[in-house]
């Protein structure tokens, strides 16, 4: 039987196209077909859409449009940032500086310039997942070309304190390049004020379509492209581009510069009403990642005695779409690299939750969620070996 209450509260996974975006998208896919790259009328008008659209990208970013390089998604634009200025770096060292906590395509990317003869230091984050600068501080070697370091976690929420970050590498001399996809059109992302050189994001994080996304790249920082085989973008991202996306992508940061103050003033009520009634109605239910420096629609959890897969297809059951972890993990049935460098246990890892609330969820959305999970939490955990286990020692029953 399917649920009466649909409540979708998946949003760092994806969110839904604004129907104004895609109304500014339909046009690109029918009407205004030509490729950008063509000198003739019909590549004109959809290079000055692109361009258009890429001012508004820039204008989220308080950036200038001439830095903002299109990208397919935030997978792709982290590593055109991290192996792209690494590479093109090299000659100055060839030491990199991450967090432990990094999405896996910052991580990964790192790993393969660690078998071209690049070293990667990792530095810890505490119990809330936040990164010290001072650890930054520490870890800067003299070869060092780059520090890479996530302004907003999407599986813990925590926000990091990036200015201070930026100004330990500015003091140093070293980049610093930001994975910005959880954060943009979320809560301010000044690169300006930031002091970051490289800023990852993508539209479908911020009511934009899915399959494009940007990477800021600070005038005068030099990086190789991935791609062989065009002149696109300057020269920096070789392929045809996706001109429709890149409209859609335009007109939701557009959107999402002139609406974010009041969206967090909406979402951060809601947040605060999921987090505090289910840490209250669940016993050994903990908060995972900070409790105030965090994303405004952001509610993550590990639920002790029961795995994060079960709560998810139990909760879908019931008409709420949540996550376990990241989306780029949240099938591999493994704990999170996340959750262990927070220093949680294996075991309670594996019960992670992750709420993201959205702009079109409500009060009556959250309080549907406080009604129907407790129950999936109680019929798991009757089930769990682990929890019988709990309780016989709890009642001092050997």
């Not at 996809?181 to 992302?189: H, L, W």
């Not at 050189?197 to 479908?204: F, I, M, R, V």
């Not at 969206?263 to 809601?270: D, Q």
């Amino acid at each position: 039987m399917a649920a009466t209450n649909k409540v979708y509260l998946d949003n760092g996974a994806t969110t839904r196209v604004l129907p104004e975006v895609l109304e500014a998208m339909l046009p690109y896919f029918g009407e205004v077909y030509g490729n950008p790259s063509s000198l003739h009328d019909w590549g004109e008008e959809a290079k000055d859409a692109m361009e258009e659209s890429r001012g508004k990208v820039a204008e989220l970013l308080n950036a200038n449009a001439e830095e903002i390089v299109f990208t397919s998604t935030g997978t792709e634009s982290n590593n055109l940032a991290v192996k792209g200025i690494a590479s093109a770096y090299k000659d100055k060292g060839k030491h990199i500086v991450i967090s432990a906590i990094e999405h896996f395509s910052v991580m990964h990317s790192a790993r393969t310039l660690s078998k071209e003869g690049f070293t990667v230091t990792t530095v810890p984050v505490d119990k809330d997942g936040l990164v010290d600068p001072d650890a930054i501080a520490g870890a800067i070697q003299k070869d060092t070309v780059l520090v890479s370091i996530m302004h907003a976690n999407g599986e813990i929420g925590t926000i990091q304190p990036l200015k201070e970050i930026a100004a330990v590498t500015k003091k140093a001399g070293v980049l610093l390049h930001t994975d910005a996809v959880a954060s943009a059109g979320n809560i301010p992302t000044d690169v300006k004020d930031l002091g970051v050189d490289a800023l990852s994001l993508a539209s479908n994080q911020f009511y934009g379509p899915k399959g494009v996304a940007a990477l800021w790249v600070r005038k005068g920082v030099r990086f190789l492209p991935l791609f062989d085989g065009g002149i696109q973008e300057g020269g920096r991202r070789a392929g045809t581009d996706n001109v429709p996306g890149i409209v859609g992508m335009g007109k939701a940061a557009e959107i999402a510069k002139k609406d974010m103050s009041l969206n967090g003033e909406r979402l951060i009520p809601l947040r605060d009403r999921l987090i505090n009634g289910l840490t209250a109605k669940i016993e050994r239910t903990i908060l995972t990642g900070h409790p105030t420096r965090r994303l405004p629609g952001h509610a993550s959890f590990c639920v002790e005695f029961i795995e994060g897969e079960a709560m998810l297809m139990m909760l879908n059951m019931h008409g709420v779409a949540a996550s376990s972890g990241s989306a780029c993990t949240s099938k591999a049935l493994k704990a999170s690299h996340v959750l262990l460098a927070l220093g949680i246990d294996h075991a309670l890892a594996q019960g992670s939750l992750v709420f993201t609330i959205g702009l079109e969820n409500t009060i009556e959305d959250i309080d549907h969620v406080l009604e129907v999970f407790p129950a999936v939490v109680d019929r798991l955990r009757q089930m769990s070996p682990l929890y019988d286990k709990y309780l016989k020692a709890r009642q001092g029953v050997k």
